[in-house]
């Protein structure tokens, strides 16, 4: 970060990127850039407030997305969530036990459960903020710990739908 003699401060892209991760809830109010750096970063990654006026590549540094490509934004309940028990605990039937237990053994084997906590903390939002999203599409519906978490509202083990299907 540097500030210009007119004490508009500029970030690199970088910086800005390190930034808006770290406050997800930033006001953009409080950032003023004098260069296109921020919106060359708000258009990789297709975030709202992209101006269609800059036309210039992202060279986004690779350390950024290797810091970041496990790390997901979420409360810190939802980190901390044990979300094979949650699923377990879900479950009414010694038959929906033992689905959602050789599911989340698979999801184990792929390092998958950093994505289902946030799946939870995402379908909880969603919900809390009263937002309308689909019954479920493609081969998500094959998972009924996905069922369980809200994602997608088409109950697998009714359907017969084989978890294969989605971890493919």
């Given at each position: ?53 800059i ?47 050789a ?66």
């Amino acid at each position: 970060m540097k500030i210009l003699p007119d004490g508009q401060v500029v970030y690199s892209e970088t910086e800005l990127l390190e930034l808006l991760y770290q406050r997800p809830d930033l006001d953009l109010k409080e950032i003023t850039t004098a260069n296109a750096d921020f919106y060359r970063a708000a258009k990789h990654f297709h975030l709202p407030w992209t101006t269609k006026n800059i036309n210039a590549d992202s060279a986004i540094d690779p350390q950024w997305y290797k810091k970041y490509t496990n790390t997901w934004i979420m409360p810190e309940e939802y980190k901390n969530l044990d979300i094979a028990k949650w699923c377990l605990d879900q479950c009414k039937t010694d038959a929906e036990r033992q689905r959602v237990g050789a599911e989340l053994l698979l999801y184990q084997e792929r390092n998958l459960f950093p994505l289902l906590q946030f799946l939870k903390y995402f379908v909880d939002t969603l919900r809390k903020n009263k937002v309308v999203w689909g019954v479920g599409r493609g081969s998500s519906v094959a998972s009924y710990v996905l069922y369980l978490i809200g994602v997608h509202r088409i109950n697998s083990m009714y359907y017969d739908l084989d978890i294969r299907e989605f971890l493919k």
